[in-house]
């Protein structure tokens, strides 16, 4: 037996709020990174095979480099989204009108 209109909705709903979880990681990666590179000088990064001069590997200012995404995993997450939402959106227009009262439209839905 088939899902319902509306339980194949929360499914997508669920996945899309997943994948929104993944971007607001990558962003608050990229923004502490982009905070502590507004000091380069003296920040050293870590685990990229670079070695640094002894005033800055005793500054104990770091970032991990292996924690960064590359720009081609930002790109794949964003599309990622991109596709999520738009098969939520596709679940939610599949839910009959009779039925739509009971859950909200995801343009109405922000996670925390």
Known sequence: MA?????NYQSELKELEKVENEVVAIVATIKQGS????????????????????????????????????GSQIG????????????TLQAYQ???DSERSVVKAPDQIHFP
């Open 3 to 7: 899902d319902s209109p509306i339980a």
């Open 35 to 70: 905070e502590q590179l507004q000091r380069w000088r003296g920040l050293m990064i870590v685990g990229t095979g670079h070695s640094f001069p002894g005033h800055v590997t005793q500054s104990n200012r770091s970032l991990n480099g292996n924690s960064w995404p590359s």
């Open 94 to 96: 599949a839910i009959p």
């Open 76 to 87: 794949e997450l964003l599309a990622k989204w991109h596709s999520q939402k738009n098969k």
